[in-house]
């Protein structure tokens, strides 16, 4: 069996642990979803890595200067750590391939669903990339986990819901897990791994 020091959730980030309110240009902006800390909490708990995954191509259309990134980041990081939650790393694509100028515009190998951003944070923390999970709110990011061979679990808050009952039918592939939200999603995973914690209860879902 792995170490669980080898293995990470991978969040995506706007619409699955914060909401999406389209491109956040200002930090008061940012808004946790009700579920986000105790999602990362159980992960904290749980001994895995907690790694955001996203893609912020705003800059590169020019609706924020490329520093808000990080400044909204390391907002997200506050609030979490206010309510007892880490983050172990956050991994940013900022690139467009056709629009803005250099150097954000490139097309680059760490656009979501292209896999550069797990890759690299697999180099940077040791991780078993067939052991770890991705969660979000677009098909996009199963597209990424499963490119790498992780498990794919899309959550309903954000763009999900919309995406699953709309576009599913186009979907080549399918998620392991329909979740309601980010701390759904989490439980399920640890659940499967036998894990269970007080910052998680476990709440059995049909699926969808």
């Avoid at 619409?15 to 986000?36: C, F, K």
């Avoid at 997200?76 to 983050?87: C, K, S, T, V, W």
């Avoid at 391939?97 to 797990?118: A, Q």
Wanted: aromatic share 8%; net charge negative; charged share 20%.
């Amino acid at each position: 069996m792995t170490d669980v020091a080898h293995r990470a959730i991978f969040f995506d980030r706007d619409g699955t642990l914060n909401e999406e309110v389209g491109y956040i240009n200002h930090v008061s902006r940012l808004r946790l979803l009700p579920a986000a800390a105790a999602a990362v909490r159980a992960v904290n708990a749980a001994g895995w890595r907690a790694i955001v995954v996203t893609n912020q191509a705003g800059a590169a259309r020019g609706y924020f200067p490329g520093w808000m990134i990080e400044a909204v980041h390391a907002r997200l990081q506050e609030e979490l750590a206010a309510a007892g939650a880490r983050l172990d790393a956050i991994y940013v694509c900022p690139h467009h391939p056709t629009v803005g100028e250099p150097p954000y515009r490139l097309d680059c190998e760490c656009r979501k669903p292209k896999p550069g951003l797990l890759l690299q944070a697999a180099r940077d923390f040791g991780l078993e990339l067939t052991q770890c999970v991705v969660v979000g709110d677009r098909y996009s990011d199963v597209q990424l986990a499963h490119r790498v061979g992780a498990q794919g679990v899309l959550v309903l808050t954000g763009y999900g819901r919309g995406e699953y009952e709309y576009q599913r039918e186009q979907w080549s592939g399918w998620p392991d897990y329909v979740a309601e939200d980010v701390l759904d999603a989490v439980t399920w995973v640890l659940k499967t791994q036998g894990i269970t914690s007080s910052t998680t209860p476990v709440q059995p879902k049909s699926g969808l």
